[in-house]
């Protein structure tokens, strides 16, 4: 089985300054990069320390040996790569697991995946450095993506919910976390069917399980649901996170060229002067087919 070439974890402050230390130390070349505390890289292996969290990020072909003999022994205290099994025995149980991307979008569908894993899968995704898509550049989605659907053992199914139907959905529903669970709800029945043995389905918490338990249908019926924050710690959750955030990518990429325009992610400032200018060219209309009407932003932009 091939070593892990990439492996995150939570620091507190004080170990990330002894990490720093310890790097400065054994030789490591410090260089400038966004968002991190400190960056830095020696022959094969590159290491970056994010201000949010904080939290490391190792990278290259010395990961494991890094992880194994330096930072779980002199800066974290605690051995953890390799020992997953031990530390979080369900997670290698059979089980699907179900994200999203898109929620908090204005531009861009809302896409539901689901992932099911069992022990051999799950290894095989964690050696890969298959993780949270929240931790991983867009330019890396695609990539860690293909890798997931071809895994052997695996199963996936990607439920994307585009602009227009999205905001006919909306308007029946008129509750964000009601639509979240009719797509959970779906996801999962369509796993049942390629998995009618699996007993368990774990997602992020959004609303109470009991949102998802009634639109499921007579497949899901059975299952049991979890529900927990910060779900994307598990292998089949991260691998459904990373499916998702890939059908997202690829839409919005689809859309921009078609439009000429690049469309932002998020709801931020560039996000509004897009929107306007997409008005100020096709009217209105044309942001049902590209965009989330009921977020504050539509009515900002008209």
């Known amino acids: 089985m091939p070593s892990p070439t990439s492996y995150t974890r939570a620091l507190t402050p004080a170990q990330a300054e002894t990490l720093r230390s310890l790097l400065r130390e054994r030789g490591f070349e410090f260089k400038e990069k966004p968002y991190t505390l400190f960056a830095a890289a020696k022959g094969k292996l590159n290491i970056a320390v994010y201000e949010k969290g904080p939290k490391v990020l190792v990278q290259g072909k010395e990961t494991e040996e890094f992880v194994r003999f330096t930072l779980e022994p002199e800066v974290i205290g605690e051995a953890e790569l390799g020992y997953e099994e031990e530390r979080d025995p369900e997670m290698f149980e059979p089980h699907f697991g179900i994200d999203e991307s898109g929620k908090g979008d204005f531009f861009g569908p809302l896409v539901i995946a689901g992932a099911y894993t069992d022990r051999g899968s799950a290894r ?62 779906a996801a999962i029945e369509r796993l049942c069917e390629k998995r009618p043995a699996c007993a368990r389905a774990l997602s992020d918490q959004f609303a109470r399980p009991t949102l998802i338990k009634q639109k499921l249908g007579p497949r899901g019926r059975g299952i049991t649901l979890q529900q927990r924050t910060k779900a994307e710690s598990d292998i089949a959750v991260a691998a459904a996170s990373v499916l998702a955030r890939d059908k997202f990518v690829w839409w919005m990429e689809g859309a921009s060229e078609k439009f000429g325009l690049e469309l932002p992610k998020g709801a931020s400032a560039a996000v509004k002067k897009a929107a306007r200018q997409l008005v100020a060219e096709s009217g209105r209309e044309v942001l049902r087919e590209l965009a989330k009407l009921h977020f504050k932003t539509a009515a900002e932009v008209m």
Request: proline share 3%; charged share 30%.
């Open 124 to 185: 095989a995704l964690i050696d890969a450095g298959v993780m949270d898509s929240k931790k991983i550049s867009d330019g890396k989605i695609k990539k860690l993506a293909k890798l997931i659907r071809e895994t052997p053992g695996l199963d996936h199914e990607v439920i994307m919910i585009g602009p227009r139907k999205y905001n006919e959905l909306y308007a029946k529903i008129g509750n964000l976390n009601k639509l979240l669970a009719w797509g959970h709800a």
